[in-house]
Nanobody
Framework: QVQLVESGGGLVQAGDSLRLSCVVS????????MGWFRQTPGKEREFVAG????????YYADSAKGRFTASRDNAKNTVYLQMNSLKPEDTAIYYC??????????????????WGQGTQVTVSS
């Protein structure tokens, strides 16, 4: 069984930074493409960022480009999301997810196999 545990969320002011972490246990971490998603009440879960198995490729939603950076440390079974220049519209529950298949896009949430419990990020204006 694969388990994902996020941490690092919190309450910050607009313009501040946060770094989210997600520790994965149970299977070989390097066999998964990892993604970060977020969700607000009444809205669908949306893709934020993704990173390939080796960390050599990263993918970002337009809203995250230039502000957020995904990275991973396969020796620590951990994926990170560095979020800079945070805006109130970034307020959401952030989830990390693991995608085991080599096929399929990294963007749709339905392509991911395992999910964390989420961590709340609140950005005040």
């Amino acid at each position: 069984q694969v388990q994902l545990v996020e941490s690092g969320g919190g309450l910050v002011q607009a313009g501040d930074s946060l770094r989210l972490s997600c520790v994965v246990s149970g299977r070989t971490f390097s066999s998964y493409t990892m993604g970060w998603f977020r969700q607000t009440p009444g809205k669908e879960r949306e893709f934020v960022a993704g990173i390939s198995r080796t960390g050599g490729f990263t993918y970002y939603a337009d809203s995250a480009k230039g502000r957020f950076t995904a990275s991973r440390d396969n020796a620590k079974n951990t994926v990170y999301l560095q979020m800079n220049s945070l805006k109130p519209e970034d307020t959401a529950i952030y989830y990390c997810a693991a995608k085991g298949s080599y096929s399929g896009s990294a963007y749709p949430p339905n392509n991911y196999d395992y999910w964390g419990q989420g961590t709340q990020v609140t950005v005040s204006s």
